[in-house]
């Protein structure tokens, strides 16, 4: 497929479904995403973390858009959409990490409770910390402050509002990376 057609679809699903008033949690969602973006921009990262901050919860509009409520096994079936779409097996593996990440600061920070966004997936809440081997792996891996860094920043507060101007930057830093491949 055309990097541009893949682009316009996945921005599609963003812009109808952040439109869409009638499913404010899916709205907000889509908004959190224009936040985490605009905050990996501001903070330099490269356009693999922008992307990735950009669909980092892509199971919420990816579900809707299928009709499911929501997607099981994340990390598999979120990164493979976008490997599929022709994205860097960074900005999958980034986007895949979410669960890891979690995983990992119930085991570092154990007396904080779970950052509050992931609530909505199936099984969270009985999801277990990492063992202390798990953890020393996943410390090794040279996107590990990437991870952690993106976790942190979705279970922030949602903002409210989409980003000025931040669909049109995500499409045209998607399509030079898709481009690029």
């Known amino acids: 497929m055309k990097p541009s057609l893949i682009v316009d679809e996945l921005m599609a699903l963003y812009?109808?479904?952040?439109?869409?008033?009638?499913?404010?949690?899916?709205?907000?969602?889509?908004e959190h995403s224009g936040h985490m973006a605009r905050r990996a921009l501001s903070e330099g990262f490269?356009?693999?973390v922008v992307l990735a901050a950009?669909?980092?919860?892509?199971e919420y509009v990816a579900a809707?858009?299928?009709?499911?409520?929501e997607l099981e096994c994340y990390q598999d079936v979120?990164?493979?959409?976008?490997?599929?779409?022709?994205?860097?097996?960074?900005?999958?593996?980034?986007?895949?990490?979410r669960?890891?990440?979690?995983?990992?600061?119930?085991?570092r920070w154990p007396d904080q409770?779970?950052?509050?966004?992931m609530e909505g997936l199936e099984g969270v809440r009985d999801l277990s910390a990492m063992s202390e081997s798990e953890a020393g792996l996943y410390e090794g891996h040279p996107d590990f402050p990437i991870y952690v860094q993106l976790r942190e920043w979705d279970g922030q507060q949602l903002d409210e509002g989409m980003p000025s101007?931040?669909?049109?930057?995500?499409?045209?830093?998607?399509s030079r990376h898709l481009h690029c491949k």
């Open 15 to 30: 812009e109808v479904f952040g439109a869409r008033a009638c499913v404010d949690r899916l709205r907000r969602r889509v």
């Open 54 to 58: 950009f669909f980092y919860n892509i």
């Open 78 to 97: 979120c990164a493979g959409y976008l490997l599929e779409r022709g994205f860097s097996r960074r900005v999958g593996r980034i986007v895949g990490s």
């Open 113 to 117: 409770p779970p950052r509050s966004p």
């Open 99 to 107: 669960v890891d990440a979690e995983r990992y600061m119930r085991f």
């Open 46 to 48: 490269d356009q693999d």
């Open 165 to 174: 101007g931040i669909l049109i930057h995500i499409r045209r830093i998607a």
């Open 64 to 69: 809707h858009a299928v009709g499911v409520r």
